[in-house]
């Protein structure tokens, strides 16, 4: 199980149904991306304050790494991921992307 991990900050101009629907064009790559097992987001929700501005995050999980590759040259990808960073704070800087897998371990 190979899980893609990204933390995103978006430009605070945006609204909540802005930020949904760019979350659900993610989710959406589940219908043309079959090596996509499960999509999950959400906002950050603790009153730790470790997030360093980082307010939203998603999580994809596939079976492996390869399958992960598939995911992010597929041209769906692509073309969604071209959409959602022009509405991040600063760009690709406002992106931090983590995968693993948690059967390996260290």
Known sequence: MMKHIVLLQFQESLTKDEIKNAFMLLEGLGETISEIKSF????YDSQEGANRGFEYGFEIEFDNAADRDIYLHHPDHVAVAGKI???L???LDSLIAFDYDPAVGL
């Open 85 to 87: 960073i022009p509405l």
């Open 40 to 43: 999950k987001f959400g906002k």
């Open 89 to 91: 704070k600063n760009g």
